[in-house]
């Protein structure tokens, strides 16, 4: 199977695929229910803001509440989770606003056993309100397709781009010797044998991701910046996708935004099946797409499932 974008609903496009296509790794990046309307900008690279006029074309309606956004997920989750493979994880990245619902209802779904932890990704932006905490994180909530399958599930642990650096203080209480080389490192006893953990090589990487910023601020500065609202960066995708699948498995965001995924997914040998029923969504994930030189195969529209749907 070769790289697919698909401009229709999730369960839809779920529907319409051959039935040998299978999915290793899946994120999704909902909308929030936020209560606005949320649209892209006229040019490239400018910041996401609340509906105006000259703001562009709508990318979504985000106006929806806890309950709506559960009910809209429930059915798409369900024909996503009925093409994962065994080990496969699916990323669910929400927000405070919606996290807790759509734990509760994936955990209907999934079984509560299949909830594989969550990741805090703190990228930097928002604003500092005066009468409460600011909420300055998203939350993205990882599951196995089944409870059962927990010990399948793909982690890629010795990939060195899934460390990040030693504290300070661990650094000077427990890194007390250097090798031959001068690299610095401690080294501990278990069951008898001695191990060393180096400092430059840094420790697995932990559930709170402060390291990959938003792309709000600094979208007018960035390469892969499509204007798009709630663009999330590469790096992040980039991350999720090395750490869950293996190079020439199947990569799916079928509500894939301005594409973000997809780009991540090609560019590490990973094949994607991307969708999204949002024209302005499928028209800048494939303007990227194209921009990257990378080649698919595109269904401008899969029809509903009620329907006769045409077989990719």
């Not at 074309?57 to 309950?67: E, F, G, M, N, V």
């Not at 840094?202 to 601020?217: N, T």
Request: glycine share 10%.
């Amino acid at each position: 199977m070769s790289h697919l974008l698909a401009h229709g609903d999730a369960a839809d496009v779920c529907a319409a695929l051959p039935a040998d296509v299978r999915f290793d790794l899946v994120y999704l990046d909902p909308p929030f229910g936020v209560g606005t309307t949320m649209t892209a900008r006229a040019a490239r690279g400018q910041a996401r803001g609340r509906r105006r006029p000259e703001s562009g074309p709508d990318a979504y309606d985000d106006r929806a509440s806890a309950d709506a956004l559960v009910a809209m997920l429930a059915p798409r989750l369900e024909a996503i989770r009925d093409r994962m493979t065994e080990g496969a994880t699916l990323y669910l990245h929400l927000d405070h606003r919606a996290v807790h619902d759509a734990k509760v209802a994936c955990d209907r779904l999934f079984g509560r056993g299949a909830f594989l932890g969550e990741i805090i990704w703190a990228p930097g932006n928002g604003g500092r309100g005066a009468r409460g905490f600011s909420v300055t994180h998203q939350t993205i909530l990882l599951y196995a397709r089944a409870a059962s399958e927990r010990g399948q599930v793909v982690y890629n642990a010795a990939d060195p781009t899934l460390r990040e650096p030693y504290a300070e203080t661990s650094l000077a209480m427990h890194f007390k010797h250097r090798d031959e080389d001068g690299r610095l490192y401690r080294e501990r006893i278990l069951g008898g044998k001695a191990y060393r953990y180096y400092a430059d090589e840094g420790r697995r990487l932990g559930s709170v991701w402060s390291d990959i910023p938003g792309m709000v601020a600094n979208t007018p500065l960035r390469r892969e910046a499509t204007g798009y609202p709630t663009q999330k960066p590469e790096r992040l995708l980039e991350r999720i996708v090395r750490a869950s699948s293996a190079p020439g498995a199947t990569v799916a965001d079928l509500m894939c935004g301005s594409g973000t995924t997809l780009v991540a997914a090609a560019r590490l040998g990973r094949r994607f099946v991307g969708g999204d029923r949002s024209p302005l969504a499928f028209a800048t994930a494939r303007e990227r797409l194209d921009r990257e030189g990378i080649v698919y195969t595109a269904y401008e529209s899969v029809p509903a499932a009620d329907g006769e749907p045409e077989d990719p």
